[in-house]
């Protein structure tokens, strides 16, 4: 068996003079839970058309399932799963219906598909709602319809395009929580997410901005990355507070969540004092000033930042 089951090398999408996709390289091993994690317009959606061999590159290479994209999609269709990020379901079946309609579409077999229905409506927690309409279900459990759609053919590969956007806190986890079951029966899941805190879950991820691949690795090297300590506070003013913060000594990076400041200093036990001391002095009251770890949202925001800087 091939050591990575998805691999790209200098995949490029081009619409005009945007690179949607720009020489994006990609190795991802079997079983892995892989994140593409981005903000809107980065090219997640461009990257997973052309790993699913439904949109060719503009240059480049990919094989996914030990297959060429471009030579040999319907090899690869047959070994993989897709949950588009605007999944289609068809509202006026129901739930059954919708899981007997993707068996015929993939030519799962009558004796197959009773078996294999019952297991994904228990694993998608869908068994008690198998006569709902569609159209009637939550936004999570749409969801978690589309993906047991997306795995009624028994792919070895899932690719799924922001499943998770749009649902609530609670439905996100509990759709994790599913991904995770897959992932120990040996998926190799591909995702792709806006949100920071999914990363968590994955294995490796991927974080990709204006079409570049910024880096990729394990989600705690990634934060690994970032230099120096975290020091979070709520101060009065916070537009006065950011750029006082940003003279001080041993400042690296400031960067605003709501009305929290995340700054990044040299030396947290070192600065903590003398920051909040300034801000004192220009009568600027301070709040829960404390050391914090970086997450991947301040991790992704530094790294963008150089980046661009450069
Ligand atoms: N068919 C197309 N024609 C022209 N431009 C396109 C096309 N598809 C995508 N783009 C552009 O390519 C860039 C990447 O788009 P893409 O949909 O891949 O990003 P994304 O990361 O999936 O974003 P989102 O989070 O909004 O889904 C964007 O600038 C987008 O406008
Ligand atoms: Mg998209």
Redesign the pocket.
């Known amino acids: 068996m091939e050591e990575y089951v998805i691999e790209a090398r200098g995949l490029t999408k081009r ?2 003079d ?1 690179a ?2 720009d020489r994006l390289d990609l190795a991802v091993r079997r079983g892995e839970i892989f994140g593409l994690l ?10 997973i058309r052309m790993l699913c061999a439904i949109m060719d590159p503009t240059e480049g290479t990919a094989r996914v399932a030990g297959f060429d994209t471009v030579r040999e999609p319907e090899k690869i269709k047959e070994r993989i799963g897709y949950m588009p ?1 605007q999944f289609s379901l068809y509202g006026d079946l129901t739930v059954l219906e919708n899981l007997i309609f993707f068996a015929d579409i993939f030519g799962v077999g009558r004796r197959e598909r009773e078996e294999r229905i019952e297991r994904l409506l228990a694993f998608s927690r869908l068994t008690e709602f198998q006569d709902r309409r569609a159209a009637h279900l939550s936004g999570g459990m749409q969801k978690k319809l589309a993906l047991a759609c997306t795995l009624i053919h028994r792919p070895e590969v899932i690719f799924l ?2 499943p998770t956007t749009g649902v609530d806190p609670v439905s996100r986890r509990e759709f994790w929580d599913i991904l995770t079951e897959l992932h120990l029966e040996g998926v190799t899941l591909f995702v ?1 997410t ?1 949100y920071m805190d999914e990363a968590e879950r994955c294995s490796r991820v991927a974080l ?1 901005f204006e ?1 570049r691949v910024i880096v990729c690795d394990a989600p705690e090297r990634i934060k690994e990355l970032v230099e120096g300590d975290l020091l979070e506070l709520r101060p009065d003013r916070l537009r006065e507070a950011t750029r006082l913060i940003e003279t001080l000594p041993g400042v690296l990076e400031v960067q605003v969540y709501g009305d929290l400041l995340h700054v990044f200093v040299d030396s947290a036990s070192a600065r903590a004092p003398s920051l909040q001391a300034a801000l004192e002095r220009a009568g600027i009251g301070v709040h829960g000033l404390r050391q914090t770890r970086p997450r991947m949202e301040e991790a992704f925001i530094s790294l963008i930042r150089k980046r661009l800087q450069r």
């Open positions: 619409f005009g945007v949607a996709v981005g903000p809107d317009g980065a090219g997640k959606t461009t990257t990020q395009d922001e792709s806006p990709m079409g």
